[in-house]
């Protein structure tokens, strides 16, 4: 397929008119000179991008491009280290009918994260501005894991004499192990409350916390610290019966280094909130939380997580899975 010159500037030419389609439909009143410029100025984008890839891409490493054609075309030496969304799409099983659906994106987005994560030779992810489902699978609206998995790298943007801009993106796939997890079926270890009365039932669903007062907190220290140096984050599951919740996730930050987090005077916190009617939690059904765990100040380690529920509301809440992952070195 990549070898067939023909079929790649056919896509060439599909890039670099759907924009002038979908951005202007005044764009036939303008000269054939600047649509031409215009047009070799997107061009451009993709022409820098196979060339950032082809110096970047290691043996056996793989970039995930839209347009195949037109990147194998740009530089054949990239030859098998490509692959396109299209194959991706293909074998997710979702039909073009489909995606206009939301369910179905939703299912190609799931199935594109996995794809990510189980696929170690992917090193990089080639965004552009046709591909259809940029917006959704990059949104961010999504709160999940793709927004650990991709850094960016490389951004390649254009302005055409119309005014109108857009960039190719290049990402650069973080990959992550999990560090540890507390599946909070029964008390973890070293494990407070306060107040100190605070009423939580462990069971197979997880930790439900009785919320009666203003504040209600679950700390869990550390084993070990987490090296908040590197790039971490932590999933857990949730599940309320309450209404007009906030909860505060809080990552305590060892400052002198004495294993523990002492007080704010001598260590420090740093913290995440969440506003259930933000959020759009429904009572009774289970959601995941994806956070970005903070670094700390001068490579502190994190080494307890605080689960605070704040606000008048009286209810319970039920957590269970925490997992906390790390990056791996490359
Ligand atoms: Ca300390």
Redesign the pocket.
């Known amino acids: 397929m990549k070898n067939k010159p023909v079929l790649a500037s056919l896509l060439i030419l599909l890039a670099v008119t759907s924009y002038l389609y979908a951005s202007h439909n005044m764009s036939m009143w303008r000269s054939a000179n600047t649509a031409s410029n215009d047009a070799s100025m997107a061009l451009g984008a993709f022409v820098e991008a196979s060339q950032w890839l082809s110096e970047n891409l290691r043996e056996g490493e793989i970039a995930l491009v839209p347009f195949l054609g037109v990147f194998s075309v740009l530089n054949p030496e990239l030859g098998d280290k490509l692959m396109d969304y299209e194959s991706i799409w293909s074998s997710a099983g979702v039909t073009i009918f489909e995606r206009g659906d939301l369910k179905s994106l939703e299912r190609l987005r799931r199935y594109f994260i996995d794809f990510l994560q189980n696929n170690w030779e992917i090193k990089y992810v080639v965004r552009d501005w046709v591909e259809p489902y940029v917006t959704f699978l990059f949104g961010a609206m999504v709160s999940d894991e793709l927004m650990f998995l991709l850094s960016e790298i490389k951004i390649l943007p254009f302005t055409l004499s119309t005014g109108w801009s857009s960039k190719i993106t290049i990402y650069e796939i973080v990959r992550y192990t999990s560090l540890f997890s507390v599946g909070l079926s029964y008390p973890p270890k070293g494990y407070s409350t306060s107040p100190p009365n605070a009423r939580i039932q462990y069971s197979w669903s997880g930790a439900t916390i009785e919320k009666v007062g203003p504040g209600v907190g679950l700390y869990l220290p550390l084993e070990s610290g987490i090296n908040a140096s590197r790039k971490n984050f932590l999933t857990v599951q949730i599940r309320l019966d309450v209404e007009d919740l906030e909860l505060a996730i809080v990552f305590y930050f060892?400052?002198?280094r004495?294993g523990?987090?002492?007080d704010y005077v001598?260590?420090y916190a740093k913290t995440a909130t969440f506003n259930q009617n933000e959020m759009g939690w429904v009572r009774g059904q289970w959601y995941t939380i994806y956070q970005t765990i903070p670094q700390g100040e001068a490579d502190d380690p994190m080494v307890q997580i605080g689960f605070i529920l704040i606000g008048d509301a009286v209810g319970t809440v039920t957590l269970k899975d925490l997992i906390v992952y790390t990056q791996t070195t490359s």
């Open positions: 060892d400052r002198n004495d523990v987090f002492s001598t260590d």
